[in-house]
């Protein structure tokens, strides 16, 4: 990993010298071939939350808290430059789906501090958001609430409510109000410091990262066929529900969260479809099989829940922590109850990993591979 000189266009006056320790920790944490693999969970929230940050401290000195389209196409431009040049996939754009407008007001009606300032109760928005609660944010909504309560305050702005009301395209007022929103995310990245805004921003799209299954299934015909009604061979049933469960562990990584509700979205999909026995239980199916699978050891690795970061050793090469390092089932929802959350205390998911809750740094694994090996595992699933 050589760094090289980016070519900057000349034209982007943010101030990337503020956080040129978040810019290397975002070009590791989206480094080359691992970028794909690392997205959902670790990448894109990082460069997410760099922009933000970003932007935020540039308007220290600049007053605003988004560029024209102009200076947006040119300063994405220049900050996809900065971490390729730092070993970052040349990618991140389509990775991410990042677009020049997401620099942008996104139509929200103020993009200054000024006015972001006298349209909010800022002590209120930095009390609920200097400290995030890293376990407990994603039920307690502490900090997002006051966040939408801030973007909702700038919306109303002008008398901006009026005309959102008057709007008939939800996905219009939807655009508008993400755009206050994302000012809002910069204005609090602008009133803390680099590291602590970044991890309230991570922090906070965490609770969406966990929320989502971020995997595709393919069709269940293969397993409903075999599977389905009143099995006949468990044998047959097992080997076609190992090769479909094969093509999962072929797309990323993802969370031990987000594993359990991929594994409770695919059994509901069988269960509509007439599979009616706990083909996870019968045929051994754990919540590692639903992550990518780890070299030649054929074992899914499931990252931390809690927001972490990718790191590189020039010896050893990339690292991230695995979460788990035990078979734990896949959960088989019951048809007569609704599909439960992690933020359901009565829901016991078998053995869930303590890093849930809490993280001590001691229960995962750290899983190192050399860019080396990485780009071959990773060319084996193309």
Same mark, same amino acid.
């Given at each position: 990993?050589?760094?090289?000189?980016?070519?900057?266009?000349?034209?982007?006056?943010?101030?990337?010298?503020?956080?040129? &320790?978040?810019?290397?920790? =975002?070009?590791?944490?989206?480094?080359?071939?691992?970028?794909?693999?690392?997205?959902?969970?670790?990448?894109?929230?990082?460069?997410?939350? =760099?922009?933000?940050?970003l932007l935020g401290q540039s308007? *220290?000195?600049?007053?605003?808290?988004?560029?024209?389209?102009t200076h947006a196409h040119y300063?994405?431009?220049?900050?996809?430059?900065?971490?390729?040049?730092?070993?970052?996939?040349?990618?991140?754009?389509?990775?991410?789906?990042?677009?020049?407008?997401?620099?942008?007001?996104?139509?929200?009606?103020?993009?200054?501090?000024?006015?972001?300032?006298?349209?909010?109760?800022? $002590?209120?928005?930095?009390?609920?958001?200097?400290k995030v609660d890293p376990v407990?944010?994603?039920?307690?909504?502490?900090?997002?609430?006051?966040?939408?309560?801030?973007?909702?305050?700038?919306?109303? *702005?002008?008398?901006?409510?009026?005309?959102?009301?008057?709007?008939?395209?939800?996905?219009?007022?939807? $655009?508008?109000?993400?755009?206050?929103?994302?000012?809002?995310? *910069?204005?609090?990245?602008?009133?803390? &410091?680099?590291?602590?805004?970044?991890?309230?921003?991570? *922090?906070?799209?965490?609770?969406?990262?966990?929320?989502?299954?971020?995997?595709?299934?393919?069709?269940?015909?293969?397993? =409903?066929?075999?599977?389905?009604?009143?099995?006949?061979?468990?044998?047959?049933?097992?080997?076609?529900?190992?090769?479909?469960?094969?093509?999962?562990?072929?797309?990323?990584?993802?969370?031990?969260?987000?594993?359990?509700?991929?594994? $409770?979205?695919?059994?509901?999909?069988?269960?509509?479809?007439?599979?009616?026995?706990?083909?996870?239980?019968?045929?051994?199916?754990?919540?590692? &099989?639903?992550?990518?699978?780890?070299?030649?050891?054929?074992?899914?690795?499931?990252?931390?829940?809690?927001?972490?970061?990718? =790191?590189?050793?020039?010896?050893?090469?990339?690292?991230?922590?695995?979460?788990?390092?035990?078979?734990?089932?896949?959960?088989?929802?019951?048809?007569?109850? $609704?599909?439960?959350?992690?933020?359901?205390?009565?829901?016991?998911?078998?053995?869930?990993?303590?890093?849930?809750?809490?993280?001590?740094?001691?229960?995962?694994?750290?899983?190192?591979?050399?860019?080396?090996?990485?780009?071959?595992?990773?060319?084996?699933?193309?």
């Amino acid at each position: 990993m050589n760094s090289t000189t980016p070519k900057l266009s000349g034209q982007c006056g943010l101030n990337f010298s503020s956080i040129n &320790d978040l810019m290397k920790t =975002t070009a590791i944490d989206c480094l080359t071939s691992f970028a794909p693999l690392l997205a959902n969970v670790i990448c894109c929230p990082q460069l997410h939350a =760099t922009l933000a940050v970003l932007l935020g401290q540039s308007s *220290r000195q600049t007053g605003v808290l988004a560029l024209d389209s102009t200076h947006a196409h040119y300063c994405l431009s220049d900050i996809q430059q900065i971490l390729g040049s730092q070993g970052a996939s040349f990618e991140l754009q389509q990775i991410c789906s990042i677009h020049p407008s997401n620099l942008g007001d996104g139509s929200c009606p103020v993009s200054d501090v000024n006015g972001v300032e006298s349209a909010i109760d800022s $002590s209120k928005l930095l009390a609920a958001c200097k400290k995030v609660d890293p376990v407990n944010e994603c039920c307690s909504k502490v900090c997002q609430n006051a966040i939408v309560d801030a973007a909702e305050n700038i919306a109303m *702005r002008d008398e901006f409510l009026t005309r959102m009301g008057k709007m008939n395209n939800l996905a219009e007022k939807e $655009s508008r109000f993400n755009g206050c929103r994302s000012i809002v995310l *910069r204005w609090l990245s602008s009133r803390i &410091d680099t590291l602590s805004a970044t991890q309230v921003l991570r *922090r906070v799209s965490n609770c969406n990262v966990n929320g989502v299954c971020p995997l595709t299934f393919p069709n269940t015909k293969s397993v =409903t066929m075999e599977c389905g009604n009143e099995i006949k061979n468990h044998t047959v049933c097992c080997h076609a529900m190992n090769n479909y469960v094969a093509h999962l562990q072929k797309q990323s990584f993802i969370t031990n969260l987000q594993a359990v509700d991929c594994a $409770s979205k695919l059994a509901l999909q069988l269960q509509d479809a007439n599979v009616s026995t706990d083909v996870y239980r019968l045929c051994q199916i754990t919540l590692k &099989d639903f992550s990518l699978q780890v070299g030649s050891q054929e074992s899914g690795c499931l990252l931390p829940s809690l927001p972490s970061d990718a =790191t590189l050793d020039p010896s050893t090469g990339i690292s991230f922590t695995c979460d788990l390092n035990d078979n734990i089932a896949a959960p088989w929802p019951s048809v007569l109850k $609704s599909p439960s959350t992690s933020c359901n205390k009565s829901t016991n998911y078998p053995e869930l990993p303590a890093a849930a809750s809490s993280q001590s740094g001691t229960e995962g694994i750290p899983i190192k591979f050399h860019l080396l090996t990485s780009s071959l595992f990773f060319l084996m699933f193309i």
